[in-house]
T-cell receptor
Framework: AQSVAQPEDQVNVAEGNPLTVKCTYS??????LFWYVQYPNRGLQFLLK??????LVKGSYGFEAEFNKSQTSFHLKKPSALVSDSALYFC???????????FGKGTSLLVTP | DGGITQSPKYLFRKEGQNVTLSCEQN?????MYWYRQDPGQGLRLIYY???????QKGDIAEGYSVSREKKESFPLTVTSAQKNPTAFYLC?????????????FGPGTRLLVL
């Protein structure tokens, strides 16, 4: 079975500081990994995905994520946080044979001025 | 949210009533999905469809039904058998069915019970 875990319910960061939102995964075989962001009462917006190749994936709005196979992690990062980055972030995984995504429970990011 | 529309934005259900949530996409995507979102539980898969006139149950299909008569439409019916329907419902689609495909989401419908 495939799954992801987001160990932090909430992350607090000061504006201008780097941010990290953690995600670990469990799949059989090679994973396809995704990050999405959700603003209140809105649908999910795609940020980035890892399929294969470079372990550092760059995405929308200055976000990036690092795939670490040995640690089975796919942490989301941004060098300098903005107040507007405050939202709910979801990590998701799909294995090669799967169709739908398995989502983590989400991490609420709060960036304070 | 562009390309996938969901209606209505808010929906109220009375006891014993069936209600239908609409999902339409103009992306020419083959596959469509319905998820349920509850606070602190992430998204859970209700149904998905890879092709017209075919669909499969997800993890929490009980109390729900779907149809896929047209490529662009994937309506979800919440039946009276669903005893706890209050949630945020999200529709998504992918161009193909490969594992690397990105899912794109609609804006969601919030269902409330009167």
């Amino acid at each position: 079975a495939q799954s992801v875990a987001q160990p932090e319910d909430q992350v607090n960061v000061a504006e201008g500081n780097p941010l990290t939102v953690k995600c670990t995964y469990s799949v059989s075989g090679n994973p396809y990994l995704f990050w999405y962001v959700q603003y209140p009462n809105r649908g999910l917006q795609f940020l980035l995905k890892y399929i294969t190749g470079d372990n550092l994936v760059k995405g929308s709005y200055g976000f990036e994520a690092e795939f670490n196979k040995s640690q089975t992690s796919f942490h989301l990062k941004k060098p300098s946080a903005l107040v507007s980055d405050s939202a709910l972030y979801f990590c998701a995984v799909r294995d090669i044979s799967g169709y739908a995504l398995n989502f983590g429970k989400g991490t609420s990011l709060l960036v304070t001025p | 949210d562009g390309g996938i529309t969901q209606s209505p934005k808010y929906l109220f259900r009375k006891e014993g009533q069936n209600v239908t949530l609409s999902c339409e996409q103009n992306l020419n995507h083959d596959a469509m999905y319905w998820y349920r979102q509850d606070p602190g539980q992430g998204l859970r898969l209700i149904y998905y469809s890879q092709i017209v006139n075919d669909f499969q149950k997800g993890d929490i299909a009980e109390g729900y039904s779907v149809s896929r008569e047209k490529k662009e439409s994937f309506p979800l019916t919440v039946t009276s058998a669903q005893k706890n329907p209050t949630a945020f419902y999200l529709c998504a689609s992918t161009q193909g069915i490969g594992g690397q495909e990105t899912q794109y989401f609609g804006p969601g419908t919030r269902l409330l019970v009167l």
